[in-house]
């Protein structure tokens, strides 16, 4: 184990995740010398497909060494030049404008000595034809990558510091897990200026542990962003794992997803590659793309977690896709029509009904017209049997606006929604960037789930109620006390809003009352 000096004198073995993560800074630091990268935008997803190449080689190694063992032949996902091997792990092998060309170029000599495809050529050409679905997988990955890096000798040092990393060692690969997840947070930082939010960790758990996922139950997060969802579900499932057959079950039939953007695409297949997903099932394209009343059983799946965007718009081609009376240019409630339909409509191989666990902004409570349609169906359809209240500052400080969870199924239709308020720890008035969300903090709601009973966090609604009130599922909690004089600006000019709308909302009414009576 390596030791550090300070002052002269011999500190403390360096653990496993001090090494890791000195190894990381490191690359970052070479990173901000070069001149085609600019910020973490550009340095996260260059590390992310050397980490990726690097890692599967080190699979592909370990897999080969098995299948020899066993007395199998072995067919690798990668071959000769290609593989990590081959022109990556030789820290005097080839660098400076010959490692450009070996990636960059469509056509270059190798560093083998013969000519033909550069890397990335050579891997977006990649196809399951072998039997192996990581060739697609790769091939779709490297589809979306550049290499924006101008100087081949940095890249080089990048690339020897990446090789120092051994992800056959079950240590390491927990801890750069770990550490990986704590680059996602600094994108996301990033990331967080375009528009793009990411759900806190203690969030997804939370959704994840309550709408609890079986074995056998196929699991879908159409809008996947960096995969925390997925990977929260993958970990939540891999413990029921008993059997060779549910290995094989849980790593070929269970998780999908969806994710457009190459960057967040890219990070969500490395996410899940790191945590034991061997070839992770990410559609690159988006999820609203396809003709709704198309989507058939065959298409639906057991259970859907997710947080998908709000605030934005959507093209008119995509918003075509929906019934004309639902159409929104509104991406969250396209989101949760699509998320109604692809539930499946018979119970689950675990007799249990099709589920959700939807992340929604407050406008989508107390939105009327096209949203209050799409409510009425999933009052009338599904059962909305709750709706958990998330504080203030939950996405601080990416965005203030309020939001709230959603959970329904295909078991009935809904009779009452109960409603809990998640409140803030005693003594905080709001989340921060240093000062997040904690898991520990869903403990009451978790510990109230099972055995439901009103008290001063929750409470329930009739559904007659809610769809006489034009489906406005904003209700306030009855017990809750307000103190206006403390509540965040944000806050005050959202409830400001809220009436604003609701007070437009019926002067429309009373004009339309006029006119009809004229």
């Known amino acids: 184990m390596a030791r550090a000096k300070k002052n002269g004198a011999d500190a403390a073995p360096m653990t496993t995740a001090q090494m890791l993560g000195s190894l990381l800074k490191s690359a970052r630091d070479i990173m901000r010398k070069d001149k085609g990268l600019n ?29 020899k063992l066993a007395g199998k032949k072995f067919k690798p996902a990668i071959e000769r030049p290609y593989r990590w091997r081959d022109w990556a792990a030789d820290s005097q092998g080839i660098t400076g404008d ?19 495809a550069g890397l990335f050529a050579y891997l977006r050409s990649l196809s399951s034809s072998n039997g192996d679905n990581r060739r697609d997988v790769i091939a779709t990955v490297f589809k979306g990558v550049d290499n924006r890096m101008k100087s081949g000798y940095l890249l080089r040092d990048i690339i020897n ?38 759900t806190p960790r203690a969030v997804v758990r939370f959704m994840v542990e309550v709408t609890d996922p079986r074995l056998g139950e196929t699991v879908l997060d159409p809008a996947s962003g960096t995969g925390g969802f997925l990977v929260e579900a993958y970990n939540y499932l891999e413990t ?73 718009e959507e093209e ?34 675990a007799k249990r009904p099709a589920r959700a666990a939807v992340v929604i902004p407050d406008g989508t409570l107390f939105g009327d017209g096209v949203c209050a349609r799409i409510k009425e169906e999933l009052l009338k359809d599904f059962n909305l049997h709750t709706i958990v209240r998330l504080p203030n500052g939950v996405f601080a400080p990416y965005t203030n606006i309020r939001t709230n969870i959603l959970f329904f199924d295909r078991s009935q239709p809904s009779t009452s929604v109960w409603y809990y308020e998640q409140p803030l720890p005693e003594g905080r008035k709001n989340y921060t960037k240093t000062q997040p969300m904690q898991f520990d903090e869903f403990k009451g709601c978790m510990a109230w789930w099972t055995k439901r009973q ?31 004089e403390h509540l965040p600006p944000d806050q005050l000019a959202d409830d400001i809003l809220k009436k604003e709308m609701r007070i437009a909302e019926l002067m429309r009414e009373i004009k339309a009352a006029l006119e009809a009576s004229a």
């Open 161 to 198: 510091k990446v090789g120092a990393i051994h992800f056959t060692s079950s240590d390491e690969l927990h801890t750069l897990g770990a550490l990986y997840e704590s680059m996602l947070r600094e994108m996301r930082d990033a990331a967080g200026d375009s528009g793009e939010f990411y």
């Open 316 to 349: 008119k081609g995509i918003q075509g896709n929906f019934p004309e009376d639902r159409q929104a240019s509104e991406t969250a409630l396209l989101f949760l029509q699509l998320i109604m339909r692809k539930l499946k409509r018979q119970p689950t191989s």
């Open 39 to 67: 910020g973490d935008l550009d340095r996260l997803p260059l590390l992310t497909w050397i980490m990726f190449l690097k890692f599967l080689d080190d699979l592909e190694q370990q897999r080969e060494d098995e299948a």
């Open 98 to 116: 010959e490692l450009l060309s070996f990636i960059n170029a469509d056509e270059t000599v190798r560093p083998d000595g013969t000519k033909g």
């Open 454 to 484: 009103e008290n001063d966090q929750a409470w329930t609604v009739p559904v007659a109620e809610l769809l006489e009130a034009n489906c406005n599922l904003d209700r306030k909690n009855p017990r809750g006390k307000v103190d206006f």
């Open 240 to 312: 029921q794992v008993k059997t060779v057959a549910d290995r094989k079950r849980l790593q070929s039939e269970t998780i999908s997803g969806c994710e457009p953007k190459s960057l967040p695409y890219l990070l969500c297949q490395m996410n899940l590659l790191l945590h034991g997903l061997d070839a992770p099932q990410i559609d690159p394209g988006n999820a609203l793309r396809f003709k709704l009343s198309e989507i058939g059983e065959k298409e639906r799946v057991d259970v859907i977690l997710t947080n998908p965007p709000f605030g934005g």
